[in-house]
């Protein structure tokens, strides 16, 4: 019996017609498994009495999407590996926030979009993750790594709304108060743009999940270029659905742009960007590219970063500077995906 995957409401279903028996037993046995990490029924007081009960809980319950099998530090950024049950392997990053951590999840092994700037892209998509299997990534890091994770981020690899109905299920379980309790406005989903999708997102029940959008590029041209889903869906048809994505007040659409030498950084790029982003509420990325294996790209110099970051502020776009931490592992923007599975 799958726990990962459900919600606290839907685990409680889910045991009672396996083992009819009420949420008196199967909620302090979800909290326990979700806050811990282990479940160990015998330790709760509905299950003292009923040591059949422990055994058939105890055999039956699965709380495992895989095995750790590979786990790399830089400069306070983890980088681990998940050996799925099929022997894919996915891949997830720790930040660390202050005092709290983030972490970047995946979604698919692999990924079907093709990016020019990312390793994941040039894999191709091999599978979607499971529900359990997203969740599971955030259960090793809280439960096997120790590492208080309160943000979640869907960049890693995949694009996560490829893999929608699965991601909004993981949603869904991160943010149950009586399990992980990571709050939906601490969970942002990234997408390359896909417009119809985003639209799906939107109406999400409940509040909007915090949304992030990988551009990086000024025009439809050089966006072809870069990532071959804007063929589909050109910039036009992706801003009319960020301008419908439902915002609270004080939240903002998080743009990325990986500024790419001689390919999306002259001042040229920067005025035609700040005429598209201009009627978005958004908040910008600016992203030194990390230059991944056999790409070809290059990342620009200081000063060009330096020159683009002032052409967008002088915009008036709201530009944070994003320090790609981590990509002496291989754990920057762009550069999850191991070279092979
Ligand atoms: S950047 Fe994202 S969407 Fe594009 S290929 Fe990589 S993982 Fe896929």
């Known amino acids: 019996m799958k726990i990962l995957d459900k919600t606290h409401a839907q685990f409680a279903e889910t045991f009672q017609r396996r083992y009819d028996k009420g949420i008196h037993y199967s909620s302090p046995l979800y909290r326990q498994v979700m806050k811990t990490g282990k479940?160990?029924?015998?330790k709760l007081s509905p299950f003292f009495h009923l040591p059949e009960l422990v055994r058939q809980v105890t055999s039956e319950l699965n709380i495992s999407t895989g095995r750790m099998s590979k786990r790399e530090a830089d400069g306070g950024v983890v980088k681990f590996v998940t050996q799925l049950t099929d022997d894919m392997n996915v891949e997830?990053?720790?930040i660390p926030m202050y005092r709290r951590?983030?972490?970047c999840v995946s979604s698919q092994v692999g990924c079907r979009m093709g990016c020019r700037f990312c390793r994941t892209g040039r894999m191709g998509l091999i599978r979607n993750l499971t529900a359990a299997e997203i969740v599971g990534q955030v259960f090793t890091?809280?439960?096997?790594?120790g590492f208080d994770i309160r943000n979640v981020v869907f960049m890693g690899m995949g694009e996560p709304l490829d893999n929608l109905k699965n991601v909004i299920q993981a949603i869904h379980v991160l943010e149950d108060q009586r399990g992980l309790d990571i709050a939906r406005r601490y969970i942002t989903v990234s997408t390359a743009g896909l417009a119809e999708k985003i639209d799906r997102l939107a109406r999400i029940e409940g509040n909007?999940?915090?949304l992030a959008v990988s551009l990086n590029a000024p025009d439809d041209e050089i966006r072809s270029w870069l990532m071959p889903i804007n063929r589909s869906v050109p910039m036009?048809?992706?801003k009319k659905s960020l301008k419908n994505y439902p915002l609270s007040k004080r939240s903002s659409i998080f743009i990325e742009y990986v500024l790419i030498q001689g390919v999306n950084d002259r001042f040229e790029h920067a005025q035609r960007l700040g005429q598209y982003l201009a009627p978005l509420k958004v908040k910008l990325n600016l992203i030194s590219y990390n230059p991944a294996y056999g790409s070809g790209l290059h990342p620009?110099?200081?000063?060009?970063?330096?020159?683009?970051?002032?052409w967008l502020t002088k915009q008036k776009i709201f530009v944070r500077r994003r320090n790609e931490k981590g990509g002496r592992i291989m754990a920057a923007c762009g550069q999850l995906g191991g070279k092979r599975q």
Do not use: I
Not at 141 to 145: M, P, S
Not at 300 to 310: A, G, I, L, R, V
């Open 101 to 103: 951590y983030t972490l």
């Open 141 to 145: 890091a809280r439960h096997q790594l």
């Open 300 to 310: 620009p110099s200081e000063k060009s970063y330096e020159q683009f970051h002032n």
């Open 92 to 94: 997830s990053v720790v």
């Open 208 to 210: 909007p999940v915090n």
């Open 236 to 238: 036009a048809d992706l």
């Open 39 to 42: 479940p160990a029924p015998e």
